[in-house]
């Protein structure tokens, strides 16, 4: 069974630029998680979706992420415009059952 | 904000030794877990550990709660070189299960 798929691996991107990021969660899985992992720290969460619904964005900066995902299936985290504070590494995660998160491999954000 | 505090925060052994790291935490929990994560990779779930249960096993892992102390331990047996990782505590929220990783302990095992 194919684990949580995410891309791209690596972006890098200058200051002010937008930028995308794609999940694709566990077959059946119907709740998925956006987390930021900055260096040297652990995971914090910014959004957790239970089918096509946030039901978690406490920690998501409003003014420029945004999140969706349609149908319930697939997710898209973006920013717009980057920072600089924003370089980090972005985890997706799915789950069944509470408690067993499977997450992916992330994509690291440079931006310069 | 992260709740866990992972000590130490680096740890280097000898291929075959024991690896201990601890967790500490502010407020009460549902559970608490352990992950690793090699470089570069996304996490792999080890163990869970109910805020019932007082020490639970998984093949080489020994994990230890206690919620009076709110600390756990996680203990790695004959460690090996694939051992090499990152490893975080997480605890999961009484009412939402939510998990709050703590910052990690990079562990090294020397060949």
């Known amino acids: 069974e194919a684990g949580v798929v995410q891309s791209p691996r690596y972006k890098i991107i200058e200051k002010k630029q937008p930028v995308a990021f794609w999940c694709n969660p566990i077959?059946?899985?119907?709740?998925l998680y956006w987390y930021r992992q900055n260096l040297g720290q652990g995971p914090e969460l910014l959004i957790r979706y239970e089918n096509e619904e946030a039901v978690d964005d406490s920690q998501l900066p409003k003014d420029r992420f945004s999140a969706e995902r349609l149908k319930g299936v697939d997710s898209t985290l973006k920013i717009q415009p980057a920072e600089l504070g924003d370089s980090a590494v972005y985890l997706c995660?799915?789950?069944?059952?509470?408690?067993?998160?499977?997450f992916g491999p992330g994509t690291r954000l440079t931006v310069t | 904000s992260q709740q866990g505090e992972e000590d130490p925060q680096a740890l280097s052994i000898q291929e075959g030794e024991n690896a201990t790291m601890n967790c500490s935490y502010k407020t009460s929990i549902n559970n608490l877990q352990w992950y690793r994560q090699n470089s570069g990779r996304g996490l792999v779930h080890l163990i869970l550990i109910r805020s019932n249960e007082r020490e639970k096993h998984s093949g080489r892992l020994r994990v230890t709660l206690d919620t009076s102390k709110k600390s756990s331990s996680l203990l790695i047996t004959a460690s090996r070189a694939a051992d090499t990782a990152s490893y975080f505590c997480a605890t999961a929220n009484l009412n939402d299960y939510k998990l709050s990783f703590g910052a990690g302990t990079t562990v090294t095992v020397r060949a």
């Open positions: 995660a799915s789950s069944l059952r509470v408690n067993e998160q499977y």
């Open positions: 077959s059946g899985h119907n709740t």
